[in-house]
């Protein structure tokens, strides 16, 4: 089993900056990709940034330039630094990694989320 858990949400004012961690822990082998997707209410969950274990990244245009991705192998680690926060950037942020286990079953699995809020 492999667990993701998210952390560092929270209410920031529009143009401030959050650090939103995701820690991966459990029977892995490998994280072959670690990414972050959002939810905003009334609306699908979409891609925001991935970033493969070979240190290729993915953006959704509406946050490129001002979000980064980025990993710490040796904590199973992923990080997303968000800057210039922006009231549609509110939205429940997930946490998802793939990779193989320990036991050489691939896994798929998402956080739970946490919740990132931008108002004034």
């Known amino acids: 089993q492999v667990q993701l858990v998210e952390s560092g949400g929270g209410l920031v004012r529009p143009g401030g900056s959050l650090r939103l961690s995701c820690a991966a822990s459990?029977?892995?082998?490998?994280?072959?990709?670690m990414g972050w997707y959002r939810q905003a209410p009334g609306k699908q969950r979409e891609l925001v940034a991935t970033l493969t274990s070979a240190g290729t990244t993915n953006y959704a245009d509406s946050v490129k330039g001002r979000f980064a991705i980025s990993r710490d192998n040796t904590k199973n680690t992923a990080y997303l630094q968000m800057n210039s926060l922006k009231a549609e950037d509110t939205a429940v942020y997930y946490c998802?990694?793939?990779?193989?286990?320990?036991?050489?079953?691939?896994?798929?699995?998402w956080g739970r989320g946490t919740q990132v809020t931008v108002s004034s």
């Open positions: 459990g029977r892995i082998f490998t994280i072959n990709s």
């Open positions: 998802r990694a793939f990779g193989s286990t320990l036991s050489g079953t691939r896994y798929d699995n």
